[in-house]
C-alpha cells in the first residue's frame, strides 16, 4: 500500500493528493462536492442519471429547483468563492 500521507506541515500530515473522486448527481450538492474535492483529486467525475439541459431549466429529481428564492447573500459569497467567474 502507497504512503497515504505526503508532507507534514508545521508538525501536521497532510494526506497525499488521490488519483480519482466519482460524485454521483449533478445537483447543487453534487457540484459543490465535485468543486471541494477537485482540490483533492486529480480527477473528479460527475455521474448524472439525467441529460443535462444546454439552458437553465427545472430539472427532475432536483429539490434545489426553488433554492434561488431562497439563497441569501452569504450562501451567494460561498458560491463565488468556489466557482469563481472565468
Do not use: H, I
Request: charged share 20%; aromatic share 4%; with cysteine.
Amino acid at each position: 500500500m502507497a504512503n497515504r500521507w505526503a508532507a507534514s506541515v508545521k508538525g501536521v500530515a497532510v494526506a497525499a493528493l488521490g488519483e480519482r473522486a466519482v460524485v454521483l448527481g449533478a445537483s447543487m450538492g453534487g457540484l459543490l462536492a465535485a468543486r471541494v474535492l477537485a482540490d483533492f483529486y486529480e480527477t473528479v467525475t460527475v455521474v448524472e442519471r439525467d441529460a443535462l439541459p444546454d439552458e437553465p431549466a427545472n430539472r427532475r429529481g432536483v429539490p434545489q429547483v426553488d433554492m434561488s428564492t431562497l439563497c441569501c447573500r452569504a450562501v451567494g459569497k460561498s458560491l463565488t468563492a468556489c466557482f469563481p467567474a472565468s
